[in-house]
């Protein structure tokens, strides 16, 4: 009869296993997608890291403790650059507000998802998986947003934009991944700051998805976003984590940087130590971060994300 010990011994190794895979693919993500498909999962391994580690010294295996403690640091320091706050902005910068949430088709909290977004006071607020049926419930908002952009049902778009600030369109785009995912853009002045925003809905990582998929849709995306100039702002939900080749690729070629703070927003059931952290706001040089708050679950896998973003060198505002 295996032992307990035995058993716990195994979980230690496979552990620790599991999370070199996860640290290769980190290094390793710009090489194949299973490197990256495998980097997604750093924060979940930290904490499986730390729980290994610990339950080796317990049972007395201190090379094994040893060897899973070195690799939940190595882990943390990999991941700590992309979960800590923004460095301060002067006082003085105009600042405004985004609320991004994908509100899952099926959710039926939408009256919560209305108040939060009033009580938010978020200049501008992107949704992503809307239908119909939410794009009816999400109506009294206009009171408060008289400006709003929706693309829910034409082709696969799924997008809806609420603005204090005049939103002109600019392009509804079906990306050439399999799923035709959508990138909406349009030009909005928020804080004295005229930019163009971007939001997408990024197709899902492999196996869902054919292998390929995510990475030519982030290039193209990437290219997309590089294409207008002075400020630009990329919301959305990407399915994919900050440190992995999606995010760094649109971050790269569109000369935007991803704004970093503690808290995974999927799946939304999981502890925020668990959570992958795929719903992200990217900006161009001239607005820089001030702070990302994760919210509570409100009806949907994914949680919301409020950023509070600084307009420091208007300089880059505006055409």
Not at 119 to 124: C, G, M, P, Q, V
Request: proline fraction near 7%; hydrophobic fraction near 45%; aromatic fraction near 8%.
């Amino acid at each position: 009869m295996i032992s307990f010990k035995r058993v716990l011994r195994f979980g230690v190794l496979a552990g620790l296993g599991g999370m070199l895979c996860v640290l290769a693919g980190v290094a390793g993500a710009s090489l194949h997608w299973s490197f990256d498909l495998a980097a997604q999962f750093l924060l979940p391994a930290t904490v499986v890291g730390a729980a290994a580690a610990a339950t080796a010294l317990i049972c007395g295996w201190l090379r094994l403790a040893g060897a899973a403690a070195l690799a939940t640091a190595l882990a943390f320091a990999v991941a700590i650059p992309f979960t800590t706050s923004s460095a301060a902005v002067p006082s003085d910068a105009t600042r405004f507000r985004v609320l991004l949430f994908n509100v899952w088709f099926n959710n039926y909290r939408l009256a919560d998802v209305r108040r939060v977004i009033e009580n938010s006071k978020a200049d501008i607020v992107v949704l992503v998986e809307t239908t119909p049926r939410i794009r009816d419930a999400m109506q009294p908002l206009s009171a408060t947003y008289p400006y709003k952009l929706d693309c829910t049902g034409a082709g696969r778009c799924d997008i809806m934009i609420f603005s204090r600030s005049r939103l002109v369109p600019r392009e509804v785009k079906e990306t050439s991944d399999p799923d035709h995912s959508p990138l909406v853009s349009a030009e909005t002045e928020v804080a004295g700051c005229r930019l163009t925003l971007f939001a997408t809905h990024m197709t899902r990582p492999f196996p869902n998805r054919p292998y390929w998929a995510q990475r030519a849709q982030a290039e193209e995306i990437g290219g997309d976003v590089a294409a207008p100039g002075g400020a630009k702002l990329v919301v959305g939900d990407f399915n994919a984590a900050p440190w992995g080749y999606v995010i760094h690729t649109i971050a790269k070629r569109g000369g935007v940087r991803a704004l970093t703070g503690a808290g995974g927003t999927w799946p939304s059931i999981l502890p925020p130590q668990m959570r992958i952290p795929i719903d992200h706001v990217l900006a161009s040089p001239g607005l820089s971060f001030i702070s990302r708050n994760v919210l509570p679950k409100l009806g949907s896998d994914h949680l919301p994300v409020l950023a509070d973003i600084a307009v420091t060198d208007p300089t880059q505002c505006g055409r």
